[in-house]
């Protein structure tokens, strides 16, 4: 395919990173929203919540392996981003997940810049502070629900073209390969099964293994 | 700055091309669309759409210079977006004409691909059509009206990060032009005056010139 539409799409929870037993970022909003929104209401403002993002990723491990969150990536699809990058494509994150947070450390943790990460997004409404300086400050206000249905419409959205390449885990990506596959010619839809209970979780009930209710593989295969 | 961080905004109409006597996509729409949605109710599908503008821009001509809508661009600014890309700028268009409308012929035209386009953009809906294929389908709903304070929201939405360099020529890019001056260090805006009434249009009153009522130069400098 003609260079300039190499696009790849990928999932980030159980796809390249681990989401067991909880999604990190459902971790963070646990672990910081209540107490950081009470303390600090200038969190709305998007620059300092930037800020507490990349403290909270820096001080917080992981309560089984005892690693910052960013250090949990799955080294096999970091070699499919870096191989897809090495062959002209533009790799892409999409999604459920917050798209200012994921776009605060994805460059740093998968090379992927802030603008090719595709997320949940709420509104934003630009002001003025007292001093007159501009800000951006979070509103309420869902603009994308960046799971099932709204993936493909996410990619329509941010990217503007149907990706060659799609990478999931469940069934919130299922809608993404699906479109991905629609389109014209040789395309390449993966679903990623993690099985190495030893080195990260193992998912069931394929292969066997018990059914982690998580995951595409809820029927035996 | 760092290569990651370069990023430069441009507006498109008046600042990249010709906005005179009426703005190019205002024109599409009293040209074609009453004509199109009555015919080919499909339209509504984003494939479909896509070519019908692609086919529009091929067929309709200026109706002063008698040539494709997509030749009459500011070569000048062709020259700045060449010489920022040069640079490792990554181009952005900001504009408040249609994402998907812009999307299909900035890359032919400006050499800026589509997901590098941030414009006014509205829903779409992920279905199927009969035989079990997916689809896009454009919903009524607004997203982002990609103007005044909704262009530092729509590139914190699409791009994530604050330009260095935005260009702009009225009072539509003014908070875009405010939102990048605002960062740190050192960043560059940038209003152009057309002022060249043989070759374009000339923007009034400042210079003297009759007043174009269009452009941020309404009030003689």
Redesign the interface.
Known sequence: MPP?ER?ATFDQDGTLWVEHPMYSQVIYCLDRVPVVVKAKPELAN?EPFNAEVKKWLAESRDPRWKRPYTKLTCLPMQEVLRYLRASGY?TYIVTGGG??FV?VYA?QVYGI???Q?VGT?G????GYDKSG????SKEPKL??NDNN??K??GI??????RPYAAFGNSTGDR?ML??TG?GDGARLMMLVLPDDAKREYAYGPAQGLPDSKVGTFTQAL
Chains 1, 2 share one sequence.
């Open positions: 300039a696009i998007v533009k798209q200012d776009g460059e810049p802030p603008e990460v997004a509104g934003t409404k630009y300086k501009p800000f951006l603009l994308l249905a709204g493909p419409e329509h959205l941010m990217i503007g073209r809608q699906e479109y629609a």
